[in-house]
């Protein structure tokens, strides 16, 4: 694979365009990762201060009582959504859900070990620890090809 980079001065945006023989699974996940990079939902601090986040930064959503968070490695943010619209909107995007509270960025998993029980336990880039429920390790397994 060959990848060109080109800075223009003049295009009012990014544009990426990709040539192949054929659009096969590396295909898809390059474009994928290009279409999850540039996607963001509005989080809000705890002090109620609003910021952009990026979806490509999230590491996991977590839900919490009747809230929803997104962690990144340097902060947490509320988001506005359900974990059953982020699942649906990120299934392409290298999410899953590995449990009923939890949705894991796969990208951001560093190490997988087993842990009792048939689960998993993952440590994240930011070095913290996160389960993969029973009910959840099929579906984790198949989006990362195990």
């Known amino acids: 694979m060959k990848l060109f980079v080109k800075d223009k001065m003049n295009i009012s945006e990014t544009e990426v365009e990709i040539r192949c023989r054929e659009r096969n699974d590396d295909v898809e996940n390059i474009i994928n990762s290009i279409r999850a990079a540039g996607t963001m939902l509005m989080g ?8 952009p ?22 902060d947490v943010f509320r988001v506005k959504k359900t ?16 449990s009923k509270s939890l949705i894991v960025n796969v990208k951001a998993v560093e190490h997988i070990s087993p842990e009792n029980s048939r689960r998993l336990k993952l440590k994240l880039r930011n070095g913290e620890w996160v389960i993969v429920s029973r009910n959840y390790v099929a579906d984790f397994k198949a989006v990362i090809g195990a």
Do not use: M, Q, W
Request: charge should be negative.
């Open 44 to 51: 809000e601090k705890d002090n109620g201060d609003k910021a």
């Open 53 to 74: 986040v990026f979806i490509s930064k999230v590491l996991y959503f977590e839900a919490v009582e009747r809230y929803v968070f997104a962690y990144t490695s340097s």
């Open 83 to 98: 974990l059953y619209d982020l699942e649906d909107e990120l299934k392409d995007r290298h999410f899953v859900r590995i």
